[in-house]
């Protein structure tokens, strides 16, 4: 038993985390972290990502990177995802997964049926920049760019 003094009236209850609908959202890395693999012979990158606008702000999505892996094919496919976040953050050279905490970029979900359950579930499938910030000069966003 365990003493609780804990009063549900004064907290709003979860809902149930239906998956969000397949499509573009911006979103931010907020969390990465190396985990060994189940099979114990190598390592993944899980990256969490939040999205950050509309009406699905504060969702998390989760990736995992297979890096250090036995599988050659896992390690080249983790690579060269890693590389299409490293060119939607606008990081080309990164040491550290922290680099990419906090940067804006586009995610493409889509919806994917689990194996397991067969209950559907999110899968982040593409990514790229989030578009440009308008010029500050009203004046200068007008003007085309070869006439500047």
Known sequence: MATLNFDAN????TNSLEPIPAGKYVAVITDSEMKPTKAGTGQYLQLTFEII????????LWVRLNLDNPNETAVQIAQAELSAICRAAGVMIAKDSQELHSLPMMINVRLKRRIDTGEMHNEIRGYSATAPAPASNPAQA????WKR
């Open 10 to 13: 004064q907290v709003e209850p």
């Open 142 to 145: 007008s003007t085309a760019p």
């Open 53 to 60: 606008e509309g009406e699905f702000k504060g969702r998390l």
